[in-house]
């Protein structure tokens, strides 16, 4: 499927709310007028079986050498037990931080010095939880092939922090294609639009700070 066609479906089921008027406020700080909760896509048996494919269809293309799916938590882990189940590899979870009991563990599931994993990731912002899986793995002796993920907001930040971390990601859609998909399914207007695109703008060039 192309870009556009995920975004369509991200927008159909609500995963993807437009509010330039009325912005959301992100983990980090910043005001945004547009807000991602692509764990709405699993209420979607069509949608998430499609964008399971195309996760899939992405790791088949873009690295044929891996052996385990890891999906973050808690976003991710859905997603990643479809595309292991397609792909019939072993899958894992990765917490955000080791939990403080039990046995501490931060990567959940099993895993061997040999194996060569990608992360999946419903969406990619500036790439920050993404490359604390990344070390998680690392830290294991695990090489990390690279992340997919269904979103990512195209920013230049997270292409700085891949390209520091010597990993590259792959992406079902993006900013670009949401957008125009928005203005077809008339989920924003031709006048918010231009609202909307000076933000991502300025998110680009790092104008916007929390």
């Given at each position: 499927m192309s870009k556009k066609e995920i975004a369509h479906i991200l927008l159909k089921v609500g995963?993807?709310?437009l509010s330039p008027d009325d912005p959301f406020t992100w983990a980090s700080g910043i005001q945004s007028p547009i807000y991602c909760d692509n764990r709405l896509t699993m209420s979607d048996p069509a949608g998430r079986k499609q964008i399971a494919e195309g996760l899939a269809n992405l790791i088949s293309k873009h690295y044929p050498e891996t052996t385990?799916?890891?999906?973050?938590a808690t976003a991710g882990i859905p997603h990643a037990a479809w595309v292991a189940d397609i792909l019939g590899l072993p899958m894992v979870y990765i917490r955000s931080k080791a939990k403080g009991h039990g046995r501490s563990k931060q990567i959940e599931g099993k895993v061997k010095p040999e194996d060569k994993a990608i992360i999946i990731e419903d969406l990619i912002s500036t790439g920050g939880s993404s490359l604390n899986a990344v070390e998680a793995l690392r830290s294991e002796g695990i090489k990390v092939e690279g992340v997919v993920s269904i979103f990512t907001y195209e920013l230049a930040s997270a292409d700085v922090a891949f390209a520091e971390a010597n990993l590259s990601y792959?992406?079902?859609?993006?900013f670009g294609a949401l957008t125009e998909a928005a203005i077809e399914s008339g989920a924003i207007t031709n006048e918010s639009i231009i609202g909307l695109l000076e933000?991502?703008?300025?998110?680009?060039a790092g104008l916007l700070h929390s």
């Open positions: 995963a993807v709310e385990l799916i890891a999906g973050t792959k992406s079902l859609t993006d933000w991502h703008s300025k998110l680009k």
